[in-house]
């Protein structure tokens, strides 16, 4: 590395400025910080989604000299600005102390990306608790903003409760930063260490601050000693436990149970601001707030909050409660209200006694404030001592409190018989916010469902399936089940409820239950059975009901059905049994000629009538099914010396009331029932040992079956249906091998960096494996014939594993010629026995590049074919690197990133080079932003100097 020295007219003024200071009397303390805590707002702007307005708010020391009339602002584009401070407003109450310091402005950028806007203040205060020698470390904050044409106006969340509050020793600290979000995006709360970044290093790296965190560096419980007293939390507190500082990630509410070392300390934390699109969630905004917390013997007690619980509310309803303050001392109250919502709600204080202080929040809600997130809304008591001696220091006590506003439910859902479709109305819905959408749901039979204020939409496990949906204004809606047509005889009920437009989002309350019984029955299936299992001989049984009109009508011929059969596939193809109908008496179908040995079969049946007897009268449709065979899987497991039996199957009826019966037949035998077991409406599972007297054996061959016996209802009703037959042997699998990859010492090769040799043009990368064969599973196989070899490249965007190799050793050798990979790669190693059976696959084992950069400091382009080309002597594998040469005046004159090796011929694109000139002999000194291929995407810059001479 090439570190630049100072000229010795610079060491001899860097010697008067020092002597300066020395007689003066001033030590760097003296540039110590009188900020107390800071963060960054930004709004963009409506009109430009590229501009944003900022606002800089920093709490300053009152007592302190030092000012801040200028902030140093970096827009992390390559710009900065000196802002001048709007207002400066010395703070009353409690926080009488410090000035409130408000800075106001604005910026455009030129490109889509995420930003971070920062703040750089001066040197932190002397003697803090938790960061040695601060006042050498500079105070630093950032807000995050993204500038993204599909986010084109976005509030960053904004922190309402200044951060003043005091400490005392042995009680407990709270702060909670009161912050809203105006799209009520989601926001999440992290602690994070104080953070440091260099002025001047900034203004000379582009204007691109490099923050660090604060040297030393400990969160305050790791610092002051101390330990937890009583607490009524969140969190409880453990009396005599170790002291904890932490912060709530939901509400974002700072916890210290509890301060032992009296002093000042600084802490940060960071609001994460997310965006819902759809299904993703995405990161978008983050504000850090860096305050400072004094701990003193307050000589008082800390006042204690009440607030009520949680609440949901219907948008349009009064909230309105009261909060409640009592001081220990039985000293006066400041109680207050910070959130979002704060106007147009109001808190207004009731009472004001020594035994309490009361004060009433009062909210009229809207149909514009439903959201999926809660409002949330901090209270914050700070207690008033009167002057003694020592002088009682104010505490506080914090609270949040978690407002959730849903939509009303739709209301009077009608639902009426019109054929076999069912026919929904509604009243015209209450809150017709843009985007909004109603949403149908349905399930079979009829039930009371339970309201809860705070349940909205549809549960999962509530029976009721997505219908569909419409736009919000709409006022009915006519479900044929996607032209299947309703089920006559069957009762359906539906439920609507209104899901709103993100980013706020959010739903209503389900509506209440509408339902409805369809007239008549239709046909239904009662058995889909296999009958023979074979891959040309398979045969299934396919029997229905007659289905019936209703109401003493009849059928108008002519009538009858249409069976259509598909193998169970995704999705599934259906194509009639045969071409002429079946007569309206004819319901069982044997099929014959199934694989049904590798497939399933799944069966619809359509039922067809007149709708009159006029002539022309047109055909009306109902459809029945699908229904299924049973699918069985049998899975040996070796290891354990046990079948492991899975099933499935999709049907109308119910098979889970009752058991499904297992029947095994071992080797040539007769098949004989081995046990039952319990199943679901889909499907269920068994685990066959055998018994105690007969378990079964490594090598056996095993043929199973199951029969489930299923219902519509009735308990009298038993549909018996067979699943195919499936055999299994049971045998040992492959010792599962364990791999080695061997390793390169990055940090070794570093350390001789200047004595490797060069890297050559074209290098390639050896990565030696070898593998032994493990011991697992239990009963596994060691008669291996070869061993297959898979791998991938070892990057961040993870590619599918593909075979390298078949091998019958232990050992192999992987030569990689690309250099834009390297060494970096994955692995994995599978055996094979003499039976073809593979094991299961061993670790993965990887490996990733070093990040090895070096250039010369000479090359000689004069086209003699050496060394005429500037490149690194040596170099890892490199995916990009932006290569600029300077003159010694500081003047540009090459600037390329097309060739990550570099291989500069001494001319170029800018400056001197700009026609293909080359430049003349001297020094020239250069940046390398490389960025090396290993998996991080890890990005140096290295800076030197190179002689040119021909």
Known sequence: MNLPLLSRAGRALLVLVMSMVGLLGLSPGAWATHIRAGDIQAVGDPSDPRKFSFKLVLYTDAGATADTPTADIFFDDGTRAEVPRRDKILLTGAASDSYQNTYYFEHTYNAPGTYKVSFIGENRKSNLVNIPNAVDQTFYIYTMVTVDPAIPFNHSPVLNNPALNKASRQQVFVHNPGASDFEQDSLSYELRPSQQASLEEAKANGNRPKPVDCRGFVYPNLAAGGSQVAYNGPPVGVLNAAPIYIQDRITGTVVWNSPETLGDYNVAFVVKEWRRTGSRVTLIGEVVRDMQITVRNANNLRPILTVPKDICVVAGQTVSKTITAIDPNGDPITLTAFGGILPPATFTITSATPAATRGLFRWTTTCANIAAQPYQVTFKAVDNPPPGNPTPTPLADELPWRIRVVGPAPQNVQVSQVGTTAVLNWDSYACQNPGARLRIYRKEGCSISPVDTCQTGIAANSGFVFVNDVAVGARTFTDDRNGLGLERGKTYSYRLYVQFALPAGGASLASREACLTLDGKAALFTNVTIDATGQTNGQVTVRWTRPTA?????????????????????????????????????????????????????????????????????????????????????????????????????????????????????????????????????????????????????????????????????????????????????????????????????????????????????????????????????????????????????????TAFTLLATVTGQRYTHVVRDAAIGAAYCYYVVAVDSAGATSARSNVACKDNCQLFLMPNIFTPNADGKNDKLRPKVASPIRRTKFQVFNRWGVKIYESDADPLINWDGGGPTGEGSKGVKVVEGVYYYTAEVEFADVAGTKKTFKGWVEITR
């Open 550 to 798: 209703g109401n003493n009508n009849q059928f108008n011929n002519p009538k009858g059905y249409n069976l259509f059969r598909s193998a169970v596939v995704t999705p599934p193809v259906f194509k009639r049994v045969r071409t002429t109908a079946f007569e309206f008496n004819d319901t069982t179908f044997v099929d014959r000629g199934r694989n049904t040995r590798d497939s399933a079969f799944v069966y619809k049946l359509e039922f067809f009538s007149n709708a009159s007897n006029s002539p022309g009268s047109p055909v009306l449709t109902e459809t029945s099914g699908p229904a299924s065979s049973v699918r069985l899987q049998a899975v040996p497991d070796p290891a354990n010396v046990r079948i492991n039996l899975t099933w499935t199957y999709d049907v109308p009826w119910d098979n889970s009331t009752r058991p499904v019966a297992i029947f095994r037949r071992d080797g040539s035998g007769a098949f004989v029932q081995v046990g039952t077991a319990s199943t679901t409406r889909t499907g269920g599972s068994f685990e066959d040992r055998g018994t105690t007297g007969a378990p079964l054996r490594i090598g056996g061959n095993y043929c199973y079956y199951v029969r489930t016996d299923g219902t519509y209802g009735s308990v009298d009703q038993h549909l018996i249906n067979l699943s195919q037959e499936k055999c299994v042997q049971l045998v040992q699998v492959p010792c599962t091998p364990i791999l080695t990859l061997k390793q390169v010492n990055c940090d070794s090769l570093q350390a001789k960096l200047f004595d490797l040799d060069p890297t050559p043009v074209g290098v390639t990368y050896a990565n030696d494996l070898s593998w032994t064969l493990g011991s697992t599973p239990a009963n596994c196989s060691n008669r291996i014939t070869t061993y297959r070899l898979y791998a991938r490249p070892n990057t961040r965007d993870t």
